[in-house]
């Protein structure tokens, strides 16, 4: 059967594009404001779009936070998208003092504007593989993907399995973790390779 996902819909994400990539890939998505279908679903996605202060205000006023938190500890499959993967973190130099969801231990940083960079990164950028993401597999070398942002996630981050890109800085553009798993870039802007990085989530949720 079609695996299905709950696509988080709190305030601050592009929805409507990551619903229609995600449909794409083969999932059946239940867009939902309501955090009492979170423990139901077979699956989570959150999207985030902004300032990390306010997206993670609206996520906290949304009565989000604790069912997907619980969720996540629980084993079910979690996808973050853009803003959504630096949420997965601790915190974020873009407002200190404004907790994470503490999933993957880490802050995100700030990218330094320099002449020949500038900042936010829009556009696409090298992917490089390293380990052993279910997201990534079968990926080749000449993948590319497609970023908007000012802020990443350090490769002092303690994970194995992902991506790497290099903006001035190497960082971690995706990664899997147990069941969360994440990309900086926006998969539904990527292509090819942006469907396939979600037909490998689809294949996550269906357990093959």
Known sequence: ?????????????NVRSAAKALQ??????Q???NPADVPHAEALVVPGQGHFRQVMEAFDHSG?????LDAARAGTPLLGICVGMQMLLDGSEEAEGVAGLGLVRGQVKKFEAVPERKVPQMGWNALEVRGDSPLLRGLGQDAYAYFVHSYYVPLDVQVQHG????Y???FWSAFSVDNIHATQFH??????????????????????
């Open 1 to 13: 059967m079609t695996p299905q996902v709950l696509l988080l819909d709190y305030g601050a994400g």
């Open 24 to 29: 794409r890939a083969g999932m059946t998505v």
């Open 31 to 33: 867009v939902s404001h």
């Open 64 to 68: 989000f936070h604790g069912p997907v």
């Open 163 to 166: 991506a790497v890109t290099d």
């Open 168 to 170: 001035g800085v190497p």
């Open 187 to 208: 998969p539904e802007k990527s292509g090819a390779v942006g469907l396939a990085i979600l037909e490998r989530f689809r294949e996550v949720v269906s357990g093959k």
